[in-house]
């Protein structure tokens, strides 16, 4: 398994894939953390996100659910092909499976990464849950304290609006008030 991830490419994911069903444990955790940490070396290794969400939707083991839906999302992130649009696509499949903070920080981070009116939007809701608000209301006032193409003035102002509301850490609040004026001076 690891000979085939170093190989790469669409035939070696394809046997990778398919040792995630494998009878033997071993074999199916080994092939399921492989394709979690899948390297984007080959035009076509994009296609690993497809076995990792089957995986996360159906995994024989919640570990493997949880390790395909990091492998995901890190995937998502880290991909510099995949314009915005298409992140945002890719991560609202996975998003109801994920249910833990630490893989909806993952998913704060690929949309920090990937910014679109609706993709501000998921940030809104994430800076409703208690367990990761913070992380969501950082990320809400990066993004729309800055002038980022394809991002409305609406949208922005409701994220810095939402992060003001939501977030307890001063430092988020001072950051999102003073973004907040200058964005509403510039009218």
């Avoid at 390297?39 to 076995?51: F, G, Y």
């Amino acid at each position: 398994i690891h000979a085939l991830a170093s190989a790469g490419g669409a035939q070696a994911l394809t046997t990778v894939a398919a040792a995630t069903t494998d009878k033997d444990e071993t074999v199916q955790d080994e092939a399921v953390r492989t394709l979690a940490n899948w390297l984007n070396t080959w035009p076509e290794d994009e296609a690993v996100v497809e076995p990792l969400l089957t995986v996360a939707r159906s995994g024989t083991k919640p570990s493997h659910q949880v390790l395909a839906s990091r492998g995901y999302l890190q995937f998502l992130e880290g991909d510099k092909k995949l314009s915005s649009e298409a992140k945002l696509t890719k991560l609202k499949e996975i998003l109801p499976l994920i249910k833990r903070p630490e893989e909806q920080r993952l998913a704060i981070a690929v949309l920090h990464g990937a910014p679109s009116n609706e993709g501000l939007e998921t940030l809104v809701s994430f800076a409703n849950d208690p367990g990761v608000a913070e992380d969501a209301c950082a990320a809400l006032v990066d993004l729309g304290g800055k002038h980022i193409p394809g991002l409305s003035k609406e949208a922005r102002q409701k994220a810095l609006q939402t992060a003001l509301d939501k977030s307890n850490n001063q430092t988020t609040k001072r950051k999102a008030q003073n973004a907040l004026r200058k964005l509403q001076a510039n009218t």
